[in-house]
Protein backbone atom coordinates (compact mmCIF):
# COMPACT_ATOMS: atom_id res chain seq x y z
CA UNK A 1 0.00 0.00 0.00
CA UNK A 2 3.00 2.44 -0.09
CA UNK A 3 3.08 2.19 3.41
CA UNK A 4 6.52 1.87 6.02
CA UNK A 5 7.29 -1.34 6.99
CA UNK A 6 6.03 -1.66 9.88
CA UNK A 7 3.09 0.77 9.62
CA UNK A 8 0.47 -1.94 10.98
CA UNK A 9 2.01 -5.12 11.39
CA UNK A 10 5.11 -3.82 13.84
CA UNK A 11 2.04 -3.07 16.69
CA UNK A 12 3.17 -5.37 19.37
CA UNK A 13 -0.31 -7.71 20.58
CA UNK A 14 -2.25 -6.82 17.67
CA UNK A 15 -4.36 -9.41 15.98
CA UNK A 16 -4.10 -10.18 12.45
CA UNK A 17 -7.39 -9.49 12.35
CA UNK A 18 -6.87 -6.02 14.37
CA UNK A 19 -4.08 -5.21 11.76
CA UNK A 20 -6.64 -6.15 8.72
CA UNK A 21 -9.23 -3.92 10.72
CA UNK A 22 -6.99 -1.61 11.17
CA UNK A 23 -6.19 -0.90 7.62
CA UNK A 24 -9.62 -0.81 6.51
CA UNK A 25 -10.73 0.40 3.52
CA UNK A 26 -7.83 3.15 4.01
CA UNK A 27 -6.63 5.19 0.15
CA UNK A 28 -3.42 4.27 -0.51
CA UNK A 29 -1.11 7.44 0.54
CA UNK A 30 -0.05 7.64 -3.16
CA UNK A 31 -3.12 7.67 -5.09
CA UNK A 32 -4.07 10.07 -2.63
CA UNK A 33 -1.15 12.49 -3.67
CA UNK A 34 -1.98 11.41 -7.21
CA UNK A 35 -5.52 12.86 -6.31
CA UNK A 36 -4.21 16.43 -4.97
CA UNK A 37 -1.49 17.18 -7.72
CA UNK A 38 -4.63 16.71 -10.42
CA UNK A 39 -6.83 18.92 -8.52
CA UNK A 40 -4.24 20.93 -7.96
CA UNK A 41 -2.97 21.43 -12.03
CA UNK A 42 -6.61 21.98 -12.83
CA UNK A 43 -7.31 24.38 -9.97
CA UNK A 44 -4.05 26.21 -11.13
CA UNK A 45 -4.99 26.02 -15.20
CA UNK A 46 -8.23 27.60 -14.36
CA UNK A 47 -6.51 30.23 -12.52
CA UNK A 48 -4.20 31.03 -15.22
CA UNK A 49 -6.99 30.61 -18.01
CA UNK A 50 -8.82 33.38 -16.04
CA UNK A 51 -6.09 35.77 -15.66
Same mark, same amino acid.
Given at each position: ?? $?? +?????? *? @????? /? &?? $?? +?????? *? @????? /? &???????????????? /?
Amino acid at each position: MG $LD +AGHVTG *V @PGLSR /A &AQ $LK +ALGNGV *V @PQQAA /A &ALRLLLDRINADTAAA /A
